[in-house]
């Protein structure tokens, strides 16, 4: 029996509206997240794929909303949700982790203040209990001497220490859906890969769904079981991280992987290849594949 999917994007038009006049940067996009399954979005800069992130809890601000199709989480539409509802959304049964730690913990107030805040909001625990779980949250994503990070503050914590605090916060209200948007930018490499591990290892005990947003094919492949390959706001491609690997159909997906770096082989034996041109602006798109001029 086929899972029903926790995040569900059915033909979602979004558009930004400028004095220029309605940006279209995302004209028709549908993919589908199951519970406990990573899908990594990847493409470079522009390409729509935190603009995706935010309006699945609509984050657009004002200039920007979903036009058309819709956007399902857990079969809500979340276009059709209400204020109370849209609180209950965030933070409880959708999360999200961004690329820089600092920006989403408070300078002042303690880890332990922050971590207990959300089930205390979300589910009315107690602080006692609140504090239970926070411990024990603090345990899971590999955190020694509980009790002394509770009484810290985050900027006595290192990058990666940060981001595994960010990380428990997300998932100490167990979402279904954790929504991570380049969480390792700016950790150098050996932070970054027990991060990546930590995630891959935490939404498969958990069994969250995760969309994981990201530039850097590498750390896609450590973390999701598919990847969705974008390029000027449409999915060009998809399929399991082999699939794609092995046997890239869209040029753009093996222009990317051209221009990965071979392990082990000298840089004049094995040169990187550039995507030569560049992306035509959101207000002059080609008819058809937007990919066609380069």
Not at 48 to 54: E, I, N, P, R
Not at 87 to 101: E, I, K, S, T
Not at 217 to 228: P, Y
């Amino acid at each position: 029996m086929t899972e029903s999917p926790v995040l569900a994007l059915e033909h979602a038009r979004i558009s930004y509206w400028t004095r220029a006049g309605e940006v279209n940067v995302v004209p028709d996009l549908s993919f589908e997240i199951t519970p406990g399954e990573a899908l990594g979005l990847v493409g470079e800069s522009g390409c729509g794929k935190s603009t995706v992130a935010l309006a699945v809890v609509r984050y657009l601000g004002r200039s920007g909303r979903l036009v058309s199709g819709r956007i399902l989480v857990e079969g809500r539409d979340v276009a059709s949700l209400g204020a109370a509802e849209l609180r209950a959304l965030r933070g409880r049964r959708v999360a999200m982790v961004y690329q820089d730690p600092m920006a989403s913990l408070n300078p002042v107030m303690t880890v332990g203040q922050q971590l207990m805040e959300v089930p205390m909001l979300h589910e009315g625990l107690s602080a006692a209990a609140a504090r239970e779980r926070a411990l024990a949250m603090l345990d899971e994503v590999k955190l020694l001497d509980g009790e002394r990070m509770l009484a810290r503050y985050p900027h006595q914590l290192s990058g990666g220490q940060q981001q595994r605090i960010v990380i428990a916060m997300a998932l100490i209200a167990e979402p279904a859906l954790l929504i991570m948007d380049e969480p390792t930018t700016g950790l150098d490499v050996t932070v970054e890969a027990s991060v990546l591990d930590l995630v891959r290892e935490l939404r498969r005990r958990h069994q969250t769904a995760v969309l994981f947003i990201s530039h850097n094919l590498g750390t896609v492949v450590r973390v999701c079981d598919r990847i969705g390959v974008m390029y000027a706001g449409e999915l060009v491609e998809e399929g399991t991280i082999r699939q794609v690997f092995t046997n890239p159909r869209h040029p753009y997906t093996r222009g990317l992987l051209d221009c990965l770096p071979a392990l082990g082989r000298d840089k004049h034996q094995a040169p990187l290849v550039p995507i030569p041109g560049q992306v035509a602006p959101a207000l002059a798109r080609p008819v058809g594949c937007a990919f066609a001029p380069r």
